[in-house]
Structure formats: C-alpha cells, structure tokens
C-alpha cells in the first residue's frame, strides 16, 4: 500500500500563502482521487479540495477563489496552493487518495497550518 508523503504547513499570517505537496511512496490506479481535508479540534474533518486523475476539482465553498488544486500524474503528486489565507484556515490539513471500486480512504499523518499576525 506504501504512505502519503506530505510535505509543507506551517506558521503564515493572514492574508499570506501556503503550499502543500503530497505523493505516494508506490504507484497507484490509474483512475484515482486525491486531495486535502482539514480537521479543527472539536470539528468533523471536512473537505478542502479534491481533484481526479482527469483533472476535474471540487472545492469546499469556504476555499473557492482563494485555494488552488492541482496534480502530477507522472508523479502522482497533488499540490494544494492556499492564498488570501484566514484565521479559520488553522486546521491539520490530511492528504487523502481513494481509487474504485471499493474508495478506500488512505490518509496522510497530517500538517497543521496555522494562520496567525
């Protein structure tokens, strides 16, 4: 099955951008989803944005026209580019990948990203 390898998150002021990366360590279907979700303490984790191996993207309502997804098939890699970032933004941002036909949900071990001043 191998691992989500996340890389970026950390400590940004508001207003400010941040990039997150995450990859496989092995090869995965061709037909595939991947994205990011986020989970604040005491909250549901919910979806940021999902993108296929097509290319077609989801964005949650609260992200759009600020968060930008993106992806590597040769790389298998999806990059998720936060700007205009908020306050609410804080969260520990998990990479997520899921392929049919059972869409199991594999996870990364989470970033925090923290917008403060």
């Known amino acids: 099955q191998g691992e989500l390898v996340e890389s970026g998150g950390g400590l940004v002021q508001p207003g400010g951008s941040l990039s997150l990366s995450c990859a496989p360590s092995t090869s995965i279907p061709t037909t595939s989803v991947m994205g990011w979700y986020r989970q604040a303490p005491g909250k549901q984790r919910e979806l940021v944005a999902i993108?296929?191996?097509?290319?077609?993207?989801t964005y949650a309502d609260s992200v759009k026209g600020r968060f930008l997804i993106s992806r590597d098939n040769a790389k298998n890699m999806v990059r998720l580019q936060m700007n205009s970032l908020k306050l609410e933004d804080t969260s520990t941002y998990y990479c997520n990948l899921k392929w049919p036909p059972r869409w199991d949900d594999y996870w990364g071990q989470g970033t925090q990203v923290t917008v403060s001043s």
């Open positions: 993108i296929t191996s097509e290319g077609y993207t």
